[in-house]
C-alpha cells in the first residue's frame, strides 16, 4: 500500500489540487508532513501554501487527490471533523471574541458543565494553567478586546492547547505581529510541543525564522510543489532562489550624506502618553527627522511605536510634549488638520485601517486627497483620474481596472494602494507602521524601492519595523523605543541587528 | 470552460444588479392582469402620490444607511413637521410676551418646517457622534420624543381644513398636494429630489466620504475623512427629507394629524434595502432606493386593488423584504467570488 503514510509521516497527501473559479490554486502536490517535526511551507503570496493549509484543516476540501492520516484515508467536511482528528489551526487573522473574557474565549464551544452551568472554576483554572504554560500569565478575567494584538495571539496559541488530543497544529503567520521577545516564547513552545509527539505545520514569510525554528522545508511556486528539504542542509538564499526562481537580498542601507547639514523638517520633544490605569506609553521621548531622510522606529510590542505616529496625527490629543514642523511649534487638532499640513500615514492594519473594502481600487487611491480634486464640492473626475493613473504607475501597482474591486488586489497590490493614497496628498512627512507586514518577498522589495524613490525625492519618512533586517537594510538612522522610553538612537555603522535588540529591552528594569 | 463561467457570471451580476426593477415590471404587469383599471392614469397617479412619500423618506434614509447607521425618527418627524405646519396656518405663531399672534406666508411655513427638520437631524447627528450612542437607539428616543411633540403640539386634535385666510395672506397650503400638469407636485419633488442626492452622493467629495464612512469608518478617518461632521449631515438631510414629507402628506390631506408617519420610517428603510442598499454600509444609490419605493408602493395598492386584507398585505411585505435581502446576499457572495477570480487572473 504505497498510498498510506510511510514511517515517520502523520498525514500524507497524494496529487491533491484545488481549482478555483477561472485558476488552479493548488496543481497536483505531493505533501508529506513529518511527525513530531516543525514542517514549513513557504511561498510566495499565491503560492497554494495556504491552500493547502486549509485542506489540512478541513477548512477546504481538495477538487482532485487523496489525503492520508495514519492508514486511513480522510475527507473533512469540515473543521470540526478534522479536529476530531486531532488537527488544530491558528489563523493569521485572529478568531477571538473581543467580547469576552479570556477564559470564555479558550474554552469557547469545548465547554465544560457542571450541573446545568458551566464549570468556569475548572475553566479559569486550566486557561491559567495553559497561560502560565505559555509564559503569559494573563488575568483570565480580563476581556480579550483589552489586549494587545500578540497577547491575543497567545490566547488564540492556548485555545488549541487545552485539548489533549492534538495530533497537528497548523500556525499561518503566528509571529507576524509579535514582538521578538514573544516570538522566542512561542518557539520554545513549538519545541515543547514536537517534542511530545505533535506535528506541526508553519507559515512564515520570515525566512531567519524558518531557519531558527524549522525542521523540514517544503516549498511551493504557483499552486505547484518546487522542493523540499531539511532545514540544515540548506540556507535563506537556497530558499528565496526556490520561491522566486532567483536570488535576492537587502544591502544594508548606506547613503553619502551629511545628515548634520540637512534641514530638520520635524522635531519632537519630551512627548509624553499617560496610559490608563498608571504609567506611561510614550515617556519623554524627544527625536528629530531631516528632508529625505529615513527614520527608523524600532522596539518591541508595546514599546510605544504606533503610539508615536497617532500623537503625531492628532489620534491622541491627551500627548504632551511639543512637537516641531520646521520652525514652527504644531497645533495639533485633527487627523484632516495635519494631512493638510503634510503629514500621511500609512497604518499597520491593511484592512482594519487602511482600505475602505467596499470601494473599488482607484477610489480608494483617492480618498485622502480627495479635497484638492475637488471644485465647488464637485468632484473633478477626469484630474482625479489622471493623478490616480500617474500614481498608480509611479510605484507601480499591478492594476488591470482600478474600478476594480480593492479586494481583487493581492496583499502586496492592497499595501501599495494603502502607499499611493498617502503618496498622493503631496506631503511632506511619510509614517510608515510596519509597511510590510503580511505582504511576500516581491512585493516587499517593491515597498522598500517606493521608500527609497521618495526619500530620494525629498520626502521625509518614518518607518516603523519589528524587523531587524528590514530596518537595517531601510533606514538611514534608527530611534529605539523601550517601554515608552527611547533607549538608543543608532546611525551608520551603529546600526547592527545586536545593537538593536539590545537598546530594545533597556527600558524594561527588572527584566 | 473559464472564460464561459466567467460570462455566465457577468451576466447573473447585470440581472441581479437589474433585479429590482425587473420585480417592478413584473408587478406592473402582474396586478394589470389580476386587478381592472391597475394601469389606468388615474392608479398610476395615485401610486405616484403614495410613493412621493416613502421615496422622498427613503431618500435621507439611504445616506444614512450607506454611513452603516439607521434612522428610526423619520416617520415621527414626518408627523411633528406636519403639525407643526398646520398650527402656524390654522393658529399662527401667538407670542404671549407682546401679546400678538404671528401669521405666516406659506414660502415660509415650509422654510420653518424644513428648518425644524432640520434641527431634528442635527440633533440625532450629535447625539451619535458627540456622545457615541448607536444610530438605532439615539433615533429610537428622538422618534418618541418628536411623536410627543406632535401630540402636544395640539393637545392631540387634528388641524384639519388647512385652507388658510386669505385676509392673512397663509392660503394655497394645497398646492403641495395638488398636481402640475397632471403630475402630483409631491411626484415633482420627489424626482428634484432624487436627482439632486443622487448627483451629490454620486459627484462630490462629501458623497464619497459618505461611502467611505459605511465601508470602513476607521480607515476613512485615518485618511482625513471628517468623519463626525460627514455623520452629522446625513442625518439632517434625513431630517429635512422627512421634514418635506410631513409638508406634502399635510398638504395632500389638507390636514395635520399628529399620528400621520407612524411607522413610515418601515418603508423607507424597506425601500432602501429592496434598492439593493446594504445594511452593512458603504453600498447603495439613490436610483435603486426611488425603484424600491415604487415597489412598495405598487405591492401597496395594487393588492388594495385586488381586495387583498390589509393583514395579508403586511405579510406578503414582509416576504419580499426578505427576499430581497437575501438575494442581496447571493449578489454579494457572486461578487466576491468574481474578486477572487480576478485576483487570481491577476497573478
Redesign the interface.
Known amino acids: 500500500m504505497a498510498s498510506m503514510c510511510r514511517e515517520g509521516v502523520c498525514f500524507h497527501a497524494e496529487g491533491v489540487s484545488k481549482i478555483?473559479?477561472?485558476?488552479k490554486?493548488l496543481d497536483n502536490v505531493d505533501f508529506d508532513l513529518l511527525t513530531g517535526k516543525v514542517n514549513v511551507l513557504i511561498g510566495e503570496n499565491?503560492a497554494g501554501k495556504s491552500t493547502l493549509m486549509k485542506m489540512i484543516a478541513g477548512i477546504e476540501q481538495p477538487s482532485e487527490g487523496k489525503l492520508y492520516m495514519g492508514d486511513e484515508e480522510v475527507h473533512f467536511k469540515n473543521t470540526s471533523e478534522a479536529r476530531k482528528h486531532g488537527i488544530g489551526i491558528i489563523h493569521q487573522e485572529l478568531n477571538l471574541f473581543p467580547n469576552l473574557p479570556v477564559y470564555q474565549n479558550i474554552f469557547m464551544a469545548r465547554e465544560r458543565k457542571k450541573g446545568m452551568g458551566m464549570d468556569n472554576s475548572y475553566h479559569k483554572e486550566q486557561a491559567a494553567k495553559v497561560l502560565e504554560r505559555l509564559e503569559h500569565p494573563i488575568p483570565v478575567d480580563t476581556l480579550v478586546g483589552e489586549l494587545r494584538v500578540g497577547q491575543q495571539q497567545m490566547i488564540e496559541i492556548a485555545r488549541n492547547l487545552v485539548e489533549d488530543d492534538l495530533k497537528i497544529l497548523i500556525m499561518d503567520e503566528p509571529t507576524s505581529s509579535l514582538s521578538e521577545q514573544e516570538v522566542q516564547v512561542l518557539f520554545k513552545i513549538m519545541r515543547e510541543l514536537t517534542a511530545q509527539g505533535i506535528s506541526i505545520v508553519y507559515i512564515s514569510h520570515r525566512l531567519e525564522e524558518i531557519m531558527q525554528i524549522g525542521d523540514h522545508v517544503t516549498i511551493l511556486r504557483?499552486g505547484k510543489y518546487v522542493a523540499d528539504a531539511e532545514v540544515k542542509d540548506i540556507d535563506v538564499p537556497w530558499i528565496v532562489k526556490q520561491m522566486t526562481g532567483e536570488g535576492k537580498s537587502y544591502p544594508k542601507k548606506d547613503r553619502a550624506i551629511d545628515w548634520d547639514k540637512q534641514e530638520k523638517v520635524l522635531e519632537v520633544k519630551d512627548l509624553t502618553l499617560p496610559k490608563s490605569g498608571g504609567g506611561y506609553l510614550l515617556n519623554k521621548v524627544s527625536f528629530d527627522l531631516k528632508k529625505g531622510e529615513i527614520l527608523g522606529i524600532y522596539g518591541l510590542m508595546g514599546a510605544g511605536r504606533t503610539e508615536v505616529f497617532e500623537c503625531i496625527?492628532g489620534l491622541r490629543p491627551e500627548h504632551t510634549g511639543d512637537i516641531f514642523f520646521g520652525d514652527e511649534k504644531m497645533d495639533i487638532k485633527?487627523?484632516?488638520g495635519q494631512?493638510?499640513k503634510g503629514f500621511a500615514?500609512v497604518?499597520e492594519d491593511r484592512q482594519?485601517?487602511?482600505?475602505?473594502?467596499?470601494?473599488d481600487i482607484g477610489?480608494n487611491c483617492s480618498?485622502?486627497a480627495?479635497?484638492n480634486?475637488?471644485k465647488g464640492?464637485?468632484?473633478d473626475?477626469e484630474l482625479e483620474n489622471e493623478k490616480v493613473e500617474s500614481q498608480i504607475k509611479d510605484i507601480h501597482i499591478?492594476?488591470?481596472d482600478k474600478r476594480?474591486?480593492i479586494?481583487?488586489?493581492?496583499g502586496g497590490n492592497q499595501q501599495k494602494v494603502v502607499i499611493g493614497?498617502g503618496l498622493l496628498?503631496n506631503p511632506k512627512i511619510l509614517l510608515m507602521d510596519e509597511p510590510s507586514r503580511g505582504i511576500d518577498i516581491g512585493a516587499k522589495t517593491e515597498v522598500f524601492d517606493i521608500i527609497n524613490q521618495y526619500a530620494e525625492q525629498g520626502l521625509s519618512i518614518i518607518v516603523i519595523s519589528s524587523e531587524l533586517k528590514e530596518i537595517i537594510s531601510i533606514a538611514d538612522r534608527v530611534i529605539v523605543l523601550s517601554n515608552g522610553l527611547k533607549t538608543g538612537e543608532l546611525k551608520g555603522d551603529e546600526i547592527q541587528e545586536e545593537t538593536l535588540v539590545l537598546a530594545s529591552y533597556k527600558g524594561h528594569h527588572g527584566h | 470552460m473559464s472564460a464561459n463561467n466567467s460570462s455566465n457570471n457577468t451576466l447573473a451580476m447585470t440581472l441581479l444588479k437589474g433585479r429590482t426593477l425587473i420585480v417592478l415590471v413584473v408587478l406592473l404587469i402582474f396586478f394589470s392582469v389580476v386587478a381592472d383599471n391597475f394601469l389606468s392614469m388615474n392608479t398610476m397617479l395615485l401610486i405616484g402620490k403614495h410613493v412621493a412619500l416613502y421615496g422622498i423618506l427613503a431618500i435621507g434614509m439611504t445616506y444614512v444607511i450607506i454611513t452603516g447607521g439607521i434612522d428610526l425618527s423619520v416617520g415621527a418627524i414626518v408627523g411633528l413637521g406636519g403639525m407643526v405646519a398646520g398650527g402656524l396656518i390654522q393658529n399662527g405663531l401667538t407670542l404671549n410676551m407682546f401679546g400678538v399672534t404671528i401669521y405666516f406666508s406659506i414660502p415660509l411655513v415650509v422654510l420653518i418646517t424644513i428648518a425644524l427638520g432640520a434641527v431634528i437631524g442635527l440633533a440625532n447627528g450629535l447625539i451619535i457622534t458627540r456622545f457615541n450612542v448607536a444610530p438605532f437607539i439615539a433615533t429610537l428616543g428622538i422618534m418618541y420624543v418628536a411623536r410627543g411633540f406632535a401630540n402636544i403640539h395640539s393637545k392631540g386634535a387634528t388641524y384639519s381644513d388647512l385652507k388658510g385666510y386669505e385676509a392673512l395672506g397663509n392660503q394655497g397650503w394645497s398646492f403641495f398636494g395638488s398636481n402640475v400638469a397632471g403630475i402630483p407636485v409631491g411626484l415633482i419633488i420627489l424626482v428634484v429630489l432624487a436627482v439632486l442626492f443622487s448627483i451629490l452622493l454620486k459627484k462630490t467629495a462629501f458623497g464619497w466620504h459618505v461611502f467611505a464612512i459605511g465601508g470602513n469608518e476607521k480607515a476613512a478617518k485615518l485618511s482625513g475623512v471628517k468623519v463626525n461632521k460627514v455623520k452629522i449631515l446625513v442625518y439632517m438631510i434625513s431630517g429635512v427629507c422627512s421634514a418635506v414629507v410631513g409638508i406634502i402628506s399635510s398638504s395632500q390631506l389638507a390636514a395635520s394629524h399628529p399620528a400621520t408617519g407612524e411607522s413610515w420610517e418601515m418603508n423607507a428603510i424597506a425601500a432602501a434595502v429592496l434598492g439593493g442598499t446594504s445594511m452593512a454600509g458603504g453600498v447603495g444609490t439613490i436610483g435603486g432606493t426611488i425603484v424600491g419605493a415604487f415597489v412598495i408602493g405598487v405591492i401597496n395598492d395594487g393588492m388594495i386593488m385586488c381586495g387583498v386584507s390589509e393583514f395579508w398585505q403586511m405579510v406578503i411585505k414582509g416576504l419580499v423584504i426578505i427576499f430581497a435581502v437575501v438575494i442581496d446576499q447571493f449578489q454579494r457572495n457572486l461578487q466576491a467570488k468574481m474578486a477572487l477570480q480576478a485576483r487570481n487572473e491577476n497573478k
Do not use: C
Open positions: 478555483y473559479p477561472g485558476t490554486a499565491g504557483d496625527m485633527s487627523i484632516s494631512i493638510d500615514l497604518p482594519r485601517e487602511g482600505l475602505i473594502q467596499s470601494m477610489r480618498l485622502s480627495m479635497k480634486y475637488t464640492g464637485f468632484v473626475f499591478k492594476v488591470a476594480l474591486p479586494l481583487s488586489l493581492s493614497k496628498t
